[in-house]
């Protein structure tokens, strides 16, 4: 199974490193030197990495064979593929793949029908689920422990406890003001 874990962002120097936006929470496992990456493109790739480093809080790679800026921003905006076994597990006991969430059936702990999980969006604050409901339309669901209190891989579902609102247009309001008055 691939596994997109990076994509390539600007040449840094003059000597072919380029930063790359990290999308994996296990880069040391996945981009460390002498790991071979498929590309989309695919014409660019395979890339093996030849060294890595940190700098100002963004990693900065060198590719084998890219030696100066011009073919560093040759490779800019292209994606950074890693082959990984399916049955493999993240390090994490709470922690999972977006290829393992991807078309879990979301339910309430109610059991009452919300959807499907369609996309994962990583946004800096948190992740969110894009959940399609039964009737087309997407809901977003934070996936929080408070928000998402299971994930059931064998029953391939997820168990959600969502805030008034958040799935439903009932949200409670409360007011300070007293309605007697």
């Known amino acids: 199974m691939q596994?997109?874990?990076?994509?390539?962002?600007?040449?840094?120097?003059?000597?072919?490193?380029?930063t790359v936006e990290v999308r994996t929470d296990e880069p040391e496992l996945r981009l460390g030197p002498?790991?071979?990456?498929?590309?989309?493109?695919?014409g660019v790739g395979p890339l093996?990495?030849?060294?890595?480093?940190?700098?100002?809080g963004r990693l900065?790679?060198?590719f084998e064979g890219v030696r100066d800026r011009t073919g560093a921003e040759a490779l800019r905006n292209t994606l950074l593929i890693a082959e990984i076994d399916p049955e493999e597990l993240p390090e994490g006991e709470d922690e999972y793949y977006d290829h393992q969430l991807m078309d879990l059936d979301v339910v309430?702990?109610?059991?009452?029908?919300?959807?499907?999980?369609?996309?994962?969006?990583?946004?800096p604050s948190q992740d969110l689920f894009i959940v399609e409901r039964p009737d087309g339309s997407e809901v977003m669901i934070p996936f929080v422990a408070e928000i998402v209190t299971e994930i059931?891989?064998?029953?391939?579902?997820?168990?959600?406890?969502p805030p008034p609102g958040l799935i439903d247009d009932r949200a409670e309001t409360a007011s300070a003001r007293?309605?007697?008055a």
């Open 34 to 42: 002498g790991a071979v990456l498929a590309t989309d493109p695919a």
């Open 3 to 18: 596994l997109v874990v990076a994509r390539i962002g600007r040449a840094h120097g003059i000597k072919g490193e380029v």
């Open 178 to 180: 007293d309605d007697d």
């Open 152 to 161: 059931d891989l064998e029953e391939q579902r997820a168990v959600v406890a």
């Open 108 to 123: 309430t702990v109610d059991g009452t029908e919300v959807g499907r999980i369609t996309e994962i969006s990583h946004l």
């Open 60 to 62: 900065l790679l060198r």
């Open 48 to 56: 093996t990495i030849e060294t890595g480093r940190v700098h100002s």
